[in-house]
């Protein structure tokens, strides 16, 4: 109800995922990606981009091509950066994992 508390929360969840991220706990971090998207619903597209570009840093392309998919769905802004990372998924990665 509050926009002030929910960017804050916000950034405590990206700030908790970074952290983890840095200290190699990516399991942490997508954790506290996953509990952002369920907390701040209004939010989503941007967690999804960034559980997406998790998802791509970590090898994990399949999962990271749905989220990137699903935030450019929700917010149009994050067309461009998703689709910057979804080309390099698909020229990097054998066509055979990808649909």
């Keep these: 109800r509050f926009p002030a508390a929910r960017e804050m929360?916000?950034?405590?969840?990206?700030?908790?995922?970074?952290?983890?991220?840095?200290?190699?706990?990516?399991?942490?971090?997508?954790?506290?990606?996953?509990?952002?998207?369920?907390?701040?619903?209004?939010d989503a597209a941007q967690f999804h981009f960034l559980l997406g570009r998790h998802y791509h840093d970590g090898g994990r392309p399949v999962k990271a091509l749905e989220h990137l998919r699903r935030a450019s769905e929700l917010d149009p802004k994050f067309a461009e950066r998703a689709a910057e990372i979804e080309r390099a998924i698909r020229t990097s990665t054998p066509a055979c994992v990808l649909k």
């Design 9 to 42: 929360a916000g950034l405590a969840f990206e700030g908790l995922a970074f952290v983890a991220r840095a200290d190699a706990r990516p399991a942490d971090a997508e954790a506290a990606l996953l509990r952002a998207l369920d907390a701040l619903a209004a």
